[in-house]
Nanobody
């Protein structure tokens, strides 16, 4: 059983940056592909980004390409989401997920964190 704990959310002004972290425990974390999702009020949860266990292959939603960067540090069992040039439409609860499936896209999470809130407002 893998436990995922996100952190790093908060309130930021438009154009600002945040880095989210997700610490994993309870399993062989480096065997999992990791992903980030987000859910805004009144909307469905949507895929944001994913990264394979090696860290070499990354995947992004079209809406965040060039704006967000996913990375991982297997030694720290942590995956990051660097978010730059934030816009009000990026405001959401951001969730970390893990999967052992070979297919990363579509990302079907086997384990989920509780989420961290990101607010973008002046």
């Amino acid at each position: 059983q893998v436990q995922l704990v996100e952190s790093g959310g908060g309130l930021v002004q438009p154009g600002g940056s945040l880095r989210l972290s997700c610490v994993a425990s309870g399993g062989t974390v480096r065997a999992y592909a990791m992903g980030w999702f987000r859910q805004a009020p009144g909307k469905e949860r949507e895929f944001v980004a994913a990264i394979r266990w090696s860290g070499v292959s990354t995947y992004y939603a079209e809406s965040v390409k060039g704006q967000f960067t996913i990375s991982r540090d297997n030694a720290r069992s942590t995956v990051y989401l660097q978010m730059n040039s934030l816009k009000p439409e990026d405001a959401a609860v951001y969730y970390c997920a893990a999967t052992r499936r070979r297919a990363v896209i579509p990302f079907l999470g086997d384990y989920w964190g509780q989420g961290t809130q990101v607010a973008v407002s002046s």
